[in-house]
């Protein structure tokens, strides 16, 4: 009885654990979905910031081959556009002209900002646009996003750029970060991580740090598998279900997604499992025991009856074969055993006795019995 409920007891556990499993897998699915979506929208704002620009550099290339722009008119054309700033540099990579104002005390005369470096690929006919992309601003810390053209008849580069605090921000909202970050605040659901070699690459709030790739073989292994690994580990001292995937876009690896479940609703039926299990096997022990109780008794009566039927047919070969005259009769005085020698003294056969009562017997010297049973 105990390894049957012990068996059932695990295959009770191995059942939750691989609907946890189901579980798991699916909620990976959605996070690497949502990440790669989040990417896609990601890339897609970017392309359109990115065609923005360009479209505005190849006017500025315009109205450049035309002539006459001045920096009042780059203001002008910065602002009705929403353009950060417009910079245009000769064939040596010299800045000659902007929609810049030098703040106070912090002046940068034109002449001594050279940008051939960065600009060498559309200054040497290489290409005629270029997309610079993010990149930090030459005199702060703040973010541009960037593109350049080259100018009409190969004099130099057309660079126009945006702040782009408002483009991360964006990115931000919609990115995996934030997916990462409503996913995880769902209940049952103790952390989602997504790292690679380096460190956390994303991770809700109540993450501070996790163990490396590179220190622990289930994440090496994990990253070199297409499949859903799950294991069940210790986390800030809880006991948490971890699934692990990879999270691969256009055929680059990015990272791994590392999904902490709790694992207190599944401990918590497991108890409610066994105390069920302990109450039934005591039940079904009582059972048992009053089951065998019974079936010990009906044995020993019947060994009882056996017995007292074996005495009961001995003693009635004994009276039948006494030489002295036997008559058993019942309380209601019916006669139950009539021997031969009270057959030959009576002078009754024994079927015409055996079985009636005395008061039934007339005319016969056997009566004077009932009187004696009577007084």
């Known amino acids: 009885m105990l390894v049957s409920a012990y068996i059932e007891l695990r295959q009770s556990k191995k059942e939750i654990f691989d609907l946890l499993s189901e579980q798991a897998a699916s909620l990976s699915e959605i996070v690497t979905n949502s990440s790669i979506n989040a990417l896609n929208s990601s890339l897609v704002i970017e392309d359109l910031v990115t065609e923005r620009l360009l479209n505005n550099a190849r006017m500025m290339r315009r109205l450049d081959s035309l002539g006459g722009l001045t920096v009042k008119k780059l203001i002008n054309i910065g602002k009705e556009n929403h353009l950060y ?26 002449g001594i900002v050279n940008r051939y470096k960065e600009l060498e690929p559309i200054l040497s006919r290489e290409t005629n646009e270029l997309i610079i992309g993010l990149k930090t601003a030459s005199f702060s810390k703040e973010k541009r996003y960037a593109v350049a053209v080259s100018r009409a008849f190969n004099r130099g580069a057309i660079v126009l750029n945006l702040d782009a605090k408002e483009f991360l921000e964006f990115r931000k ?16 659901i103790e952390y989602i991580v997504l790292q ?25 292994t994990a990253v070199f598998s297409n499949i859903t690994s799950t294991r069940v ?18 055929d680059e690896f990015i990272g791994i997604f ?118």
């Open 258 to 375: 590392r999904i902490g479940l709790t694992l207190d609703e599944v401990r918590s039926v497991e108890n409610r499992m066994v105390q069920r299990l302990v109450i039934i096997s005591i039940i079904l022990a009582a059972i048992s025991i009053i089951v065998l109780s019974i079936i010990v008794t009906n044995q020993s009566l019947k060994s009882v009856s056996t017995e007292f039927d074996q005495f009961k047919s001995f003693t009635d070969s004994i009276l039948k074969n006494m030489k002295e005259a036997v008559v058993i009769i019942k309380k209601d005085s019916t006669i139950t055993l009539f021997n031969n020698s009270a057959k030959e003294l009576f002078e009754f056969r024994q079927t015409d006795v055996i079985g009636k009562k005395l008061s039934e017997l007339e005319d016969c010297n056997i009566n004077f019995i009932l009187d004696l049973i009577s007084e």
């Open 173 to 188: 909202k919609i990115g995996i970060g934030k997916a990462v970050q409503d996913i995880s605040d769902n209940p049952g």
């Open 85 to 110: 700033r417009i910079n245009i540099f000769d064939k040596q990579g010299n800045r000659i002209l902007s929609n810049r104002i030098p703040e106070k005390g912090h002046i940068h005369p034109e």
């Open 196 to 220: 690679d070699s380096l460190g956390i690459l994303a991770a809700s709030s109540s993450v501070n740090e996790m163990s490396s790739i590179s220190s622990d073989k289930f994440l090496l």
């Open 233 to 250: 580990i210790d986390y800030n001292d809880t006991e948490v279900y971890e699934v692990v995937k990879g999270l691969n876009y256009n």
